[in-house]
């Protein structure tokens, strides 16, 4: 192989001198990084990975999240909504505040990635010190199945990944959702509005709203932070506390466990490829099933507050097996599924392909 490229760099200015006749398309496009390059992307390789399949993942499933929080807010079938919504505000309604999220959950999911994998190390290090037993030399070991010390090690560090990156997420995800519910409570009190001129003046009446679909993002965390300070950007921060960190312990810990019994009990290398998509798919699934009344209970508190001038507004009990706190979770399930197959299928390439780097 050393030959091969001693043989295609005799010109020194071969690089810049343009493809040479005959050059394939892998040719002109092909290129080298550099060693420092590579010592970084290896050093950095699980904030690389995560971040690019972020931003993958939240774009193509951003319609189904759109859609996911007007059932939760208003209801109606799943066809309703995505009729009412392209009718009425057309087909960029579906992607109305997607750079929030595509930052935010970028940088969340980055850093969440981070601190989970430091969570996990000091997880193993604590659980090996007490019981004399490694859980990810366990859950790495061929022909392996998930046990308690595993389970525990996961979803512990999974917690302590969701509870500190709740604090970071919340303002995002608060006008991010005041983007999604802009255009139906903006016609809701537009509708409000007349009905109540006509009823006393027989005139055509202005909406009374703090929603302006054209305002974005930038403009509702002002409008918060003017009327309620900087705790306005963390209204429903407990529930949200709550769902993160009770979601992302179950998320990994699902992950974690369903790849070692796909893979790694079946004498598999633990990145398969069908184990990792299989793995990833389901982790959304399970975890959004088990906290969507938490999310549910969330959303409606914070439409609330988005959608009047009241400060304060009454949180809304948690209700498990009722069928009200179950609106939109055939959505959420399918764009779980979909986010989290397309995340770790590129997180593990990336992965995989930068740990084979090697120095110049």
Known sequence: MSEDRSDGDKSPAAGRSGPKKGATFNDIYHFELSSDMKRFARKYRTEI????????????????????SRMQSYGGTFSHVVMDAYRTEGLRAFWRGVTPPIISVTVVRTISFSLYQRAKYSCDRTIKSMTGKSPLEMANARHSYPNIYTLACFGTAGAMAGAVIT????PFELTKLNEQLAGKMHREALSAAQAA?????????????????????????????????????????RLHLLRDTVGTAIYFMTYESAKQILANARGKEPTSPYAVVIAGGLCGIVSWACIYPIDVAKTMYQKALL???????????????????YRGLGVSVVRSCLIN??????????????????DD
């Open 49 to 68: 990975s995560a971040s690019t399949s972020s931003v993958m993942s939240t774009f193509a499933a951003y319609p189904l999240d759109f859609t996911k």
């Open 167 to 170: 604090t970071l997420s919340c």
């Open 197 to 237: 001129k006509s009823k006393t003046l027989g005139q055509p009446g202005t909406p009374n709203s703090q929603v302006d679909l054209k305002a974005g993002s930038m403009y509702t965390a002002k409008r918060l932070t003017r009327d309620r300070g900087i705790a306005g950007l963390y209204s429903g921060y």
């Open 307 to 325: 959608s009047s001038n009241a400060k304060h507004a009454v949180r809304p009990k948690i209700k498990f097996f009722e069928f009200t706190s």
């Open 341 to 358: 197959m397309i995340f770790f299928s590129n997180f593990e390439f990336m992965k995989k392909r930068i740990n084979a780097f090697e």
